[in-house]
């Protein structure tokens, strides 16, 4: 085990600098598991790591796209000030959503979350001028990095690359610290966490603005990836995708949400070419997952490698 | 250390300090009074074991002392300090551990790690946890040390589903000791456990430090009698009578309700 998240750390980097030579179709599918893989691991955190189910993390995600591209389109800011701007309000608004949800939880918990996730919805919805409502927002104009616009498919693919990696190693570091410790903890036992002296709530409310902020860098990338945003970011449907990829990919390691996101995507491109009913292969993988892979799709790699490891000693 | 309970080497209600004090705790739940006028109080050092039959409010009176249950009247006094109302992290930090009656333990964690989470929340302030993995040495150190003290030394590695019964119970203690609390509240800490187990476990109490201060629930008399230094009894939510060993035996109320069919 102790060199195999070095191993899959290195694969995965190497994996990450061959796919530009795939051209700029699979480039455009590959940054695009890539963002809803920061979008999913966050989430990741709180379903897997915390025990917090939230049905409403698309807000976190689409308030940050929002920021980046009304942003650009009505003030002509620069994307890179946009995205600072956009992962700061997601934490913000994590921290102000997260405030009243945790104070609940299980079911409650949960409807809380995704009805501050539909009120934003509304507002998006309602707020024509600013957001472009159900039409959306157009003509926003990508920042350029080192004189060259993220226009071009590969710098695009770069920048997105860079934002997986940094998310990546960051949950890694996060949930092997003593915080982590204390978020997995709490997924465990929350009555004994606070019976041995954490005060639990103040590291749920952590948690959740943690996950937002993350999210929101998702989100900042996502602007740039698709330049154009419209209500459907914020709508439930997306924050029930996260959940789906969270779970079909694993929601006990980090990195298991991310091969869930890639999955997710796969299955919709693939399926989506030849037939519209991509939603119910999406439903009957999903099924078939939580029936046979409880661990998900990489926690069954995982515990493989692990099973094999442990016979070659 | 092995002597019997009224021998014991400390002499309460003289020069200790009353740790725990309760002031006509009552808890309903609607028309179910669970405990009335509950009046109980803790000295430093003492071994208090609270007995009676089941449904007489001994567990409901612990949830309200360490503040999983709010009392529906009366106060709680820790060291002079009102804890009526506060919250369980807090009343911990304060010095009073506890265990369940349930096993309740971080189930998918290694018995070492179950132990340091405690170690944590006692030596760093919360802020602590943002600083490096560094410090979880120091604190593996100390969650060995205290399982060592609890008699569980052997692969402490493993996870704690592969504990057996008695080695939970026994894990159940150490996690409260690791708060480094001067009163602990055991809730049934020999439930479940076969008579060698019991006779462990008997041990394993014994040789905590004298100056911890226990008061327990328990329901098993030969635990009762080799521990205590004061009983007390209730009955349907009320303290039917309190005093040392001797005296609760010669209780005839007591022998009548509850001592009566097993002496």
Redesign the interface.
């Known amino acids: 085990m102790k060199f195999l998240r070095p191993a899959v750390f290195l694969a995965l980097i190497a994996l990450l600098g061959l796919a530009p030579l795939a051209g700029d179709y699979t480039l455009g599918i590959v940054a695009e598991i890539l963002i809803y893989g920061i979008f999913a691991m966050s989430l990741g955190l709180l379903i897997g790591f915390t025990g917090l189910m939230s049905f409403g993390h698309a807000a976190f995600f689409g308030i940050s796209t929002y920021t980046v591209i009304a942003l650009g389109v009505h003030l002509g800011i620069s994307g890179w000030w946009g995205m600072a701007a956009g992962i700061c309000l997601s934490a913000l608004a994590a921290a102000f959503v997260g405030l009243f949800c945790i104070r609940v939880s299980g079911i409650p918990f949960l409807m809380l979350t995704m009805a501050f996730s539909q009120l934003l919805f509304s507002v998006a919805l309602k707020w024509r001028n600013v957001t472009g409502g159900t039409d959306g927002l157009t003509g926003f104009v990508r920042p350029t990095l080192f004189g060259m616009s993220l226009d071009d498919a590969v710098m695009r693919y770069a920048v997105v690359a860079l934002g997986f990696v940094l998310v990546l190693g960051f949950l890694w570091l996060l949930v ?4 982590g ?2 978020f ?2 709490i997924r ?2 929350e ?10 709530q ?2 749920k409310f952590l948690a959740f603005t943690i996950a937002g902020t993350l999210a929101g860098v998702g989100g900042a990338l996502y602007a740039f990836f698709n330049a154009f945003v419209s209500t459907d970011i914020l709508h439930w449907a997306l924050s029930g995708d996260a959940i789906i990829m969270v779970v079909l990919g694993g929601s006990a390691t980090v990195f298991g949400p991310a091969v869930g996101a890639a999955i997710f995507l796969l299955l919709k491109n693939i399926v989506s070419s030849h037939n519209e009913y991509w939603m119910l292969w999406i439903g009957a993988t999903f099924i078939l997952s939580v029936m046979f892979l409880r661990q998900g799709v990489w926690g069954f790699l995982v515990g493989c490698a692990q099973s094999a490891l442990g016979k070659l000693k | 250390m092995g002597l019997p309970g009224g021998l014991r080497a400390v002499r309460i209600g003289e020069t200790q300090m009353t740790l725990l004090k309760t002031e006509n705790l009552c808890k309903a739940f609607g028309k179910l009074e669970v405990t009335r006028d509950v009046n109980i109080s803790v000295v430093e050092g003492e071994r208090h074991v609270i007995i009676g039959p089941n449904g007489a409010g001994k567990t409901s009176l612990v949830h309200q002392l360490t503040g999983q249950l709010q009392p529906t009247s009366g106060r709680v006094l820790f060291k002079n300090v009102d804890i009526t109302n506060a919250a369980p992290d807090q009343i911990c930090q304060m010095g009073i551990g506890r265990t369940f009656q349930k096993n309740n333990l971080f189930r998918s964690l290694t018995v070492q790690e179950n132990v340091r989470l405690a170690v944590q929340a006692k030596q760093g302030g919360w802020y602590e946890c943002l600083r490096g993995v560094g410090i979880r040495t120091a604190q593996r150190e100390r969650a060995n040390h205290i399982l060592e003290q609890i008699q569980l030394t052997h692969d402490l590695l493993r996870p704690v589903s592969s504990l057996s019964y008695g080695e939970q119970r026994q894990l159940e203690i150490a996690i409260a000791m690791a708060a480094e609390p001067q009163l602990l509240l055991l809730d049934e800490p020999t439930s479940g456990m076969s008579p060698a187990e019991t006779d462990r476990m008997i041990e394993l109490l014994r040789s905590l430090p004298s100056s911890l201060a226990l008061l327990m629930i328990e329901h098993d008399m030969k635990v009762v009698f080799s521990l205590a230094d004061t009983i007390t009894v209730m009955y349907y939510g009320e303290v039917l009578a309190s005093g040392t060993p001797q005296e609760i035996q010669r209780n005839s109320r007591v022998r009548e309700v509850y001592l009566g069919g097993k002496h």
Do not use: C, E, K, T
């Not at chain 1, 092997?176 to 915080?179: A, D, E, K």
């Not at chain 1, 009555?191 to 639990?200: D, K, L, S, T």
């Open positions: 092997r610290s003593p915080l410790s204390i997995i903890g465990d036992n009555q004994r966490m606070r019976a041995i002296g954490y005060p639990v103040r590291f």
